[in-house]
């Protein structure tokens, strides 16, 4: 079944066949569920359209306004999970309070509000597709994107008739009505688990590609982190009750005064995530450099075989770097690759590097003097 997996990626992507084993598996399943997604998400774009009245953007033009320049600090104020799905193989899921926002915009404008969350999402996939130089990656962000939005059209949409059918209505009327607010969170809930459920057959599909893309990793530990991660994205979105029913009693300045207090948690959630990764990595990273001291001191002092303590020592994942790793000894000795399933790094780059000997950092976005951008921060060491 695997293989008749791989002929069909092979066939919609032709350089799907240069990617390592294990960076192949990861593309099966981007591509597929790319393919899944998207004609979901134009059906929704459709369904969306047809019901959009257009002219409530007009006659409330404070509010369309207030939330296009919300739409954005929320977009950038990330914060995310990690964990650690075997020693080595760290994952994370970043979310953001935005899906508050949309989903807000909605109670108040109707069906039209939810074309803030096609506009954040065509920003994301246009920025993304511009910064991302491999295809591989293009993929990925496709199918994050494609994803997201069926989740902001067929779920959201599907989650206000849930809404006006329990007796609510559209504009959130306050705070004064228990059956209103009953019918929102029922909605608010209703909605996410119809967005999980257009989500499961990916799920799936990740799940049966597991032992390809790394047998190490167990079934029960990823779906433990699917978990983690669908309950924080789960945990902000009753507060778009909240805002509606503070623009329905108070009008805008209540309704601002709460999304500055939900800015405020966006920022210092996504400080703190940061700041939590990158203790993590520096304490894991000091305690393999120790490890990695110690062998090379008791090892035969050999180039040889301190290459082969190096080598172990990053393949059993007791000296963990994050990002990607490529060691090499010119012209063509590759020592260390590392994750496996990704890409070598081109020729161009280590021909330059050959020719230009120093410590250099590339920030994310900018040129690379052997063409192209940088797609992430990359750092050269001698």
Known sequence: ????????????????????QQRRAIAVGDILGALYAVPLAVAGLIWLATVSRWEVLLEQWPLTLALLLLLYPFNRLSFFVVAELRPGAISDVASSLEAVLIWTAALLLGPVGLWLGVISGAARLVSGWRREQMSSGRWTLAR?????????TIACLAGLWMYRSLGGWVPFPGLYLPKVIWAGLFATLGRFLLGQLLTLPFLLLMLYLLRWIDPRIKPLHFLRFQSVTTALMASGQPFAVLAAGLFGDHDIWM??????????????????????????QQARLLEGLETL??????????????????????????LYIPGRLEIRLFPDRVVVHEP??????????????QENPGNYNFPEGTPLPWGGRAAERCRRWR
């Open 1 to 20: 079944m695997y293989q008749r997996l791989e002929a069909f990626c092979r066939r919609i992507w032709p350089e799907f066949e240069a990617l390592p």
């Open 144 to 152: 994050n994107e494609a994803l997201s939005l069926v989740e902001t």
């Open 255 to 280: 309704f601002l005064f709460l999304m500055t207090g939900l800015l405020v948690v966006s920022f210092l959630a996504h400080r703190l995530s940061q700041m939590a990764l990158r203790s993590q």
């Open 293 to 318: 001291s110690r062998g090379l001191l008791t090892a035969v002092p050999e180039e040889e075989a301190q290459l082969a303590i190096i080598q172990a020592r990053i393949a059993d994942h007791s």
């Open 340 to 353: 496996a399933q990704f890409e070598a790094v081109p020729g161009a780059v280590w021909n330059w590097l």
